[in-house]
């Protein structure tokens, strides 16, 4: 597939992949781009993850023409774009590597070689020369892993942007919905480093970019300047919509039957969105992409072992890691005997900038009786 006259796509889609990274799960599979930049000398970009070494061969090969490669660009050391970094340097002895040099450090821990006496050093603002195409390097530490470099394609306005402006799901499955799987993946695998995409939008606004090339997910050829926006309030941790999530952990059913009774009175007050999220069934990358997306977060869970359920430790963990900021929480809390849970969610979150704190908390002894369901009354008000 050419993405220009002389930018070929070489990537290849894997649907066998169960769990992305080890933890994210894909139903639509993944897709691991490569490009090829045919020109007076030609440049590959990345490889691809394990197993599928023969298919992007055979995709590069046929992009080559009976030519032969010169350059090797790496990125991103991240195995799903270097497992085959061995590969190609032995199919195409005379080729180069041109590489940040904290990518060279990976590559000797990665592979056990760091290909030495074929190396090409690149920085902040050092070109390749390609021929008619030059590429300009743009450091992206974090974006994200600390040895990544984008690059620039003046001659087509094209950014190779590595990770960033990636997304879940293969390729030859896209149905032009881009937002959800992009957020899940961006807040998922990106959302610590919102500090550092922001740094490399502020590059990136230098640059005229019209295309964008990223190592996941589909080509972006229209309103790239739209994604940028998109990016810039993902990575600023600005809400993108208005709603309400409630995320709940349930034992008994009693914590879940509170949490649904607050969805329906939110809908009934036409709160604009409503998400709900069994924490222990649902995809908790996908709660934790509603909590970035919208204001405001409803945390509903137990006293367990004089801490909180597991699973909500674990979703609060995944928002503090990634810098949960500028949202309204509130909380509602069951305990049998001895109440804890409201108590260990502010400790956790008390860190968090620019949190604001509903007025009204849910206290469940057990079962919801006519007093929590007041506080639920009063809470469902407040929130619409
Ligand atoms: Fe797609 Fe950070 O690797």
Redesign the pocket.
């Known amino acids: 597939m050419k993405i220009t006259k002389d930018i070929i796509y070489v990537g290849v889609d894997d649907h066998q992949v169960d769990l992305f990274e080890g933890q994210y799960i894909v139903p639509e599979g993944m897709a691991y781009n490569s490009y090829l930049i045919s020109d007076e000398k030609i440049a590959v970009t990345d490889t691809v993850a394990e197993g599928f070494e023969e298919e992007w061969i055979g995709n590069i090969k046929a992009a080559l023409n009976g030519k032969t490669p010169d350059y090797l660009i790496v990125h ?1 050391m ?1 195995p ?2 270097s497992a085959n970094i061995d590969l190609f340097m032995t199919e195409f002895p005379d080729a180069k590597i041109v590489s940040s040099a904290k990518a060279f450090t990976m590559m000797g821990n990665f592979l056990h070689n760091t290909y030495a006496d074929r190396q090409v050093v690149v920085k902040e603002g050092d070109t390749l020369e390609l021929g008619a195409h030059s590429l300009t390097f743009v450091s992206a530490p974090m974006v ?2 600390p040895e990544v470099m984008l690059s620039y394609d003046k001659t087509d306005k094209v950014l190779f942007s590595a ?1 960033a402006f ?1 997304k879940f799901g293969a390729n030859d499955v896209y149905d032009g919905d881009w937002d959800c799987e992009a957020r899940r993946y961006y807040f998922g ?1 990106v959302g610590k480093f919102g500090a550092q995409v922001q740094n490399l939008l502020k590059k990136a606004a230098a640059l005229d970019i019209q295309i964008i090339c990223p ?2 997910g589909p080509v972006i050829t229209e309103n790239a300047g739209e994604y940028v926006k998109t990016y810039n309030k993902w990575s600023s941790y600005t809400p993108e919509d208005e709603g309400v999530v409630i995320a709940y952990t349930s034992v008994y059913g009693h914590t879940k039957a509170a949490a649904e009774m607050l969805a329906a009175r939110l809908e009934e007050k036409n709160c604009p969105s409503v998400s709900l999220f069994d924490l222990a069934r649902d995809d908790m990358a996908e709660a934790v992409e509603d909590a970035f997306r919208y204001d405001r977060l409803v945390l509903a869970t137990t006293t367990y072992n004089t801490d909180i359920f597991p699973f909500m430790r674990e979703f609060i963990n995944h928002l503090i890691e990634r810098n949960y900021q500028n949202r309204k929480i509130a909380i509602i809390e069951n305990g049998s005997w001895a109440a804890q849970a409201e108590k260990v969610i502010r400790k956790m979150l008390e860190n968090s900038k620019d949190l604001v704190f509903a007025e009204n908390t849910v206290h469940i002894m057990s079962a919801l009786n006519d007093e929590s369901k007041a506080q639920l009354e009063a809470l469902a008000e407040e929130l619409a």
């Open positions: 991103h991240e799903d774009h994200h892993w990770d990636g695998i190592l996941h």
